[in-house]
């Protein structure tokens, strides 16, 4: 056989051993689908479940983090706060490790009670302060029992806040990509503007072109005070108080974490 020949049959040998064996024995596993909807309230219908938990597995994956949703009817001794910590000491939820990055959102059902709370990534992505700006964006919905939307809207608001580094106002409206493209668009038209009046000459004759300056001047000049009014008007002070809050903690697995809690 003629090296050329052998080429040849190496060649085929090579294309059937990468399309033939390997994918038999080395292709990577698809991602799994994690459980990441844990509705012990029956808020949801199945179909919006699985929806949902899809739609966490994949905006999560983006963010490396878990986007979990813990719903409950009541909470041991009416503390949220404390059963959503449990949660993630017994769970131990992570993108890619146990007790790794997490942020929960617990809705409780007899008292009406919203919280959330950051791990990690999320504790430094999800602040306490964003975790309220989340809590704030989806508490119409909860109030007007439409869960699904809430849900939705916690999942992809905590996925679009995690693209803005810690410190950042997420809500800036010059981070808004229609007041960015309508930004343009003005600038655009005044370049625009100014280019085409320019094209049309400059106008050189002004009124000093025709004025005497040894004839004009101010025949007369008069300045006369009339009164001062002074008025005084009470500041009042903000004394009401808000509808909840943020801060943090440790949980007794010591875990810390960003937390905001509020009502619906």
């Known amino acids: 056989m003629s ?17 033939g064996v390997a994918p038999a024995g080395m292709t990577a596993a698809a991602p799994e689908t994690k459980q990441l909807i844990f509705d012990n309230a029956e808020l ?89 700006k989340i809590r704030n964006k989806i508490t119409p919905a909860l109030s007007s029992g439409d869960y699904r939307l809430a849900f ?11 693209g803005f580094k810690p410190g950042v106002n997420p809500d800036n409206i010059l981070f808004n990509i229609w007041f960015q493209l309508g930004g343009a668009v003005v600038i655009g038209g005044i370049a625009v503007f100014v280019m085409a009046y320019r094209s049309g000459g400059r106008v050189t004759v002004t009124r000093r072109t025709y004025e005497d300056t040894s004839t004009s001047g101010i025949l007369a000049h008069e300045d006369r005070y009339l009164h001062t009014t002074t008025t005084k008007r009470k500041i009042e002070r903000n004394t009401g108080g808000g509808s909840g809050g943020g801060g943090g903690g440790i949980s007794r697995g010591g875990h810390s974490h960003s937390s905001s809690s509020g009502k619906f």
């Open 44 to 132: 949801l219908t199945q179909e919006e479940k699985n929806e949902l938990n899809e739609l966490a597995n994949e905006y999560g994956a983006d963010r490396e983090t878990d986007i979990i949703i813990l719903t409950a009817d009541s909470a041991p001794n009416d503390d949220y706060e404390q059963m959503t910590e449990d949660f993630y000491d017994e769970y131990g939820p992570g993108y890619d490790k146990k007790h790794g990055n997490a942020v929960i959102l617990t809705i409780v059902m007899a008292t009406r009670d919203v919280h959330l709370e950051g791990y990690y990534k999320a504790e430094e992505y999800l602040d306490s302060g964003r975790l309220d």
């Open 3 to 19: 090296i050329r020949k052998c080429r040849v049959v190496l060649t085929l040998l090579v294309i059937l051993f990468v399309y």
């Open 152 to 162: 939705e809207q916690y999942i992809k608001t905590a996925h679009r806040y995690m």
